[in-house]
């Protein structure tokens, strides 16, 4: 695994949006 | 070998307060341009389904964010940037898959509780956005609780002022299911608040705004297809309902054109001025939305005097919380704070520390390619060459405009455009 994939992987910056976008999608899914 | 963690040479005082002036002017005509992006959808009367004109708008967006960063910068430009800093594609594609299901999640909110409850729900975006500023990217540390009053305080006035001005604008609410419609708008804000994340991520690492939003309508036109297909059934059914508005699309896309100007505008104040300062500013798209609305196409014509006293409270509200922000730019303290954590973003991802520290002061560390290929006036051709075809099938409904202010108005966008544009320019070079 290289050096930045393994940055991304812990950086709290990329799984706070990803976290969102799900519970959006949720969001969305349910209320359709 | 540089030390990526070192300490940052500080910008002269003179420098920053430009930097900080070009970022604010930004976020104004980020919101005059935002705003005015709802009134070509409004000469769709057809019964188009809500999805299926979102999916519109954002081809045209997609159109745009293609050949506008060709024609100012250049393809070969935003390849070499992308080339400093590839990972950061990931998170623009994110942050287009979270605008789309954030667009989608509005209409719905306002279907389901209607404009005056659902507009101030997800209009919080801004206090989001001060949260993750503050939490990931030094925004407001080490400056003085003045200051932080200042945006705070801003925020807050222009939220009761977005409030008000909704609750005016809301004519004949509908009734629904009101605990979806309220998690729908507070979705949507949340997703808003979030997509800023990657803004700020990108251009603390060096990114050009130009380059960012070409991936990021990546993200946005793949997300919102699929939600388009799911929600019309297939591709032979969604392909069905555009062909047959082909006579509208022009006006969908203009709309997502006008938007992508606006939104351009909000990268580079997310850039300069931080996004705990950026969203608010921008978010005075809806006094321009209902500027539209109000003179050029006759809303709230006779209506009550209290729907007018709201629309002038909630107007002033946002125009003084507006004004207390951008009176709250960020300091010399503060911006050492942001060179931090954009050394931290550098060391973490093996970025050169010149092209992270040169981005921040709005330089350019390499050589910009001034000259434009083949490829990029390809882009530029062939998205005009788009915007006139429908243009030509379009259809101009029967609707009774106040022309005078259609001129007046876009007239004042275009002075905003230019001016705004020409300091960006003689400030950053477009960086």
């Known amino acids: ?32 | 070998m540089v030390d990526p963690l070192a300490r940052a040479p500080e910008l002269d005082a003179r420098r920053l307060r430009r930097l900080q002036l070009a970022g604010m002017a930004s976020g104004f005509t980020a919101g005059a341009w935002l705003g005015a992006a709802e009134a070509p959808t409004k000469m769709v009367t057809l019964g188009l389904s809500p999805v299926v004109i979102s999916l519109a708008m954002v081809l045209g967006v997609f159109l745009a964010r293609w050949s506008l960063p060709a024609l100012l910068r250049g393809t070969a430009a935003i390849g070499a940037d992308v080339r400093q800093a590839p990972h950061l594609i990931v998170w623009a594609v994110l942050a287009g898959c979270l605008w789309a299901v954030a667009n989608t999640l509005t209409i719905f909110a306002i279907r389901d509780i209607g404009l005056s409850i659902a507009f101030p729900l997800w209009n919080a975006n801004s206090l989001l956005g001060i949260l993750w500023g503050a939490v990931f990217f030094n925004e407001l540390h080490g400056t003085g609780w003045r200051r932080r009053l200042g945006v705070l305080g801003g925020a807050a006035l222009m939220f009761a002022g977005a409030t008000l001005l909704a609750v005016a604008s809301a004519a004949g609410a509908p009734a629904g299911h009101a605990a979806r419609g309220v998690a729908a708008a507070l979705a949507a804000g949340a997703l808003w608040g979030t997509m800023y994340i990657p803004y700020r991520k990108a251009y603390l690492t060096g990114m050009n705004p130009l380059a960012f939003i070409t991936f990021f309508t990546v993200g946005e036109v793949v997300m919102m297809l699929a939600l388009a297909l799911v929600d019309r059934g297939g591709i032979a059914a969604l392909a069905a309902e555009l062909a047959g508005a082909r006579d509208v699309l022009f006006w969908l896309l203009l709309g997502g054109f006008v938007w992508v100007v606006g939104d351009l505008f909000q990268q580079y104040a997310a850039k300069y001025v931080g996004i705990s300062r950026g969203i608010p500013l921008s978010n005075t798209n809806q006094l321009w939305g209902l500027a539209w609305g109000l003179l050029v196409f006759g809303e709230l014509r006779g209506g009550a005097a209290t729907t007018y006293g709201q629309v002038i409270g909630g107007s002033l509200l946002m125009a003084l919380g507006a004004l207390a922000i951008a009176l709250a730019s960020a300091t010399g303290a503060e911006h050492r704070r942001w060179q931090e954590a954009a050394a931290r973003e550098g060391a973490r991802y093996g970025i050169d520390p010149a092209y992270v520290r040169a981005a921040l002061a709005g330089e350019s560390s390499g050589v910009s390619p001034s000259r434009r290929s083949w490829l990029d006036w390809t882009l530029v051709g062939g998205a005009t060459a788009t915007f006139v075809g429908f243009g030509m099938v379009a259809r101009v409904p029967q609707l009774t405009l106040g022309w005078g202010w259609v001129a007046g108005l876009t007239v004042a966008m275009l002075a905003l455009l230019c001016g705004t544009g020409w300091l960006l320019w003689r400030t950053t070079r477009f960086n």
């Open chain 1, 1 to 32: 695994m290289s050096a930045r994939l393994a940055a991304m992987l812990h950086d709290a910056q990329l799984w706070v949006p990803v976290a969102v976008l799900i519970a959006g999608l949720l969001v969305l899914w349910w209320i359709r």
